[in-house]
């Protein structure tokens, strides 16, 4: 079955870089398109960034855009996500979501169907 384990959480100064990774198994990773969604405690579920199943095309929310790089690597069936200058705004569960087509690369929930168990970053200011 289809599973995304993400690693690489924990606490941070506000500042610090962390640098996330989610392992694929039980599907074609290379098929697919893949994102990052976080949610804060309290908050809903945020899409933050998105790359297609090549990693020719990636897509940021305007939260992260600048600071947080989204990659894949294909032959490792792993996506990962350098954050840097975090600040405590992005203090939230951080989960790998897979695509349910390969070439789009959307922030939009529908276009993803399964998610991990996510990973927790924390950020103290």
């Known amino acids: 079955q289809v599973q995304l384990v993400e690693s690489g959480g924990g606490l941070v100064k506000s500042g610090g870089s962390l640098r996330l990774s989610c392992a694929a198994s039980?599907?074609?990773?290379?098929?697919?398109?893949m994102s990052w969604v976080r949610q804060a405690p309290g908050k809903g579920l945020e899409w933050i960034s998105a790359i297609t199943n090549g990693g020719g095309t990636t897509n940021y929310s305007d939260s992260v855009k600048g600071r947080f790089t989204i990659s894949r690597d294909n032959a490792k069936n792993t996506l990962y996500l350098q954050m840097n200058s975090l600040n405590p705004a992005d203090a939230a569960v951080y989960y790998c979501?897979?695509?349910?087509?390969?070439?789009?690369?959307?922030?939009?929930?529908?276009?993803?169907?399964?998610r991990g168990q996510g990973t927790q970053v924390t950020v103290s200011s």
């Open positions: 979501a897979k695509g349910k087509t390969p070439f789009v690369a959307t922030l939009r929930s529908d276009d993803y169907d399964t």
């Open positions: 039980g599907f074609t990773f290379v098929l697919h398109a």
